[in-house]
């Protein structure tokens, strides 16, 4: 079965320090996501990706949140100056059309900002 | 905006019950609905995918349902077992994009433990 690779799988880092969540989505996937999930809080999006562009984003996704695909294969989060309250597990996603768009998701990189 | 609510929030039977679980959502404009399981700080593995235009999915021990007019979704487990313990988790997709990239929007979640 296809999987979403994430790496790392845990990352602590200090606060203010810039922060790359990195994933390999599901090969011939068109669709990429990231999510994120606060201890004992909802799954909330943050951002989808196609086309090499983002297609929507939300709330939480402001300046200090970005995405890129940098070699057609790897779709990174970076996070440029970390704070307490990024502490979170976040979630990579592909979808494509053979699998009726259903989500797949990684097994997520957990984020400890100290 | 959509909300999702699961009840209940957490269930604790023995092993062999079979067991129901709520999904409801405020928007029912909806693309699919999705089951996942979630394990202790691990990630989201999906079970079944329901089409806004089908009524129901069943895989193995599991059977989902959807009625999109009413706004719920149920999940079924039969005859529980221990490795059934975990997190299970709805998530609804809105149709209003016209597209296929629509965010998910996620319950809390029905923390199930099973016991021998």
């Known amino acids: 079965e296809p999987e979403v690779t994430q790496t790392p799988s845990h990352q602590v880092t200090q606060m203010g320090q810039e922060v790359i969540l990195r994933c390999v989505p599901i090969s011939n996937h068109l669709y990429f996501y990231w999510y994120r999930q606060i201890l004992g809080q909802k799954v909330e999006f943050l951002v989808s990706f196609y086309n090499n562009e983002i297609s929507e984003k939300s709330e939480i996704f402001d300046d200090q949140f970005s995405v890129e695909r940098p070699d057609g294969s790897n779709f990174t989060l970076k996070i440029r100056s970390t704070k307490l309250e990024d502490s979170a597990m976040y979630f990579c996603a592909s979808i494509a059309r053979r699998t009726n768009y259903g989500y797949t998701f990684g097994s997520g990189t957990r984020l400890t900002v100290v | 905006k959509q909300e999702v609510t699961q009840i209940p929030a957490a269930l604790s039977v023995p092993e062999g019950e079979n067991l129901v679980l709520n999904c409801s959502f405020t928007d029912s404009a909806i693309y699919n609905l999705q089951w996942f399981r979630q394990d202790p700080g691990k990630g989201l593995t999906s079970l079944l995918l329901?089409?806004?235009?089908?009524r129901e999915q069943t895989s193995g021990r599991l059977n989902a349902s959807l009625d999109k007019s009413s706004g719920r979704s149920t999940l079924y487990i039969a005859a529980s077992q221990p490795g059934d313990s975990a997190t299970y988790l709805c998530?609804?997709?809105?149709?209003?994009?016209?597209?296929?990239?629509?965010?998910?929007?996620f319950g809390r979640g029905t923390q199930l433990t099973v016991w021998p």
């Open positions: 329901i089409q806004s235009s089908q």
């Open positions: 998530a609804v997709r809105l149709s209003d994009r016209g597209s296929t990239l629509g965010r998910l929007y």
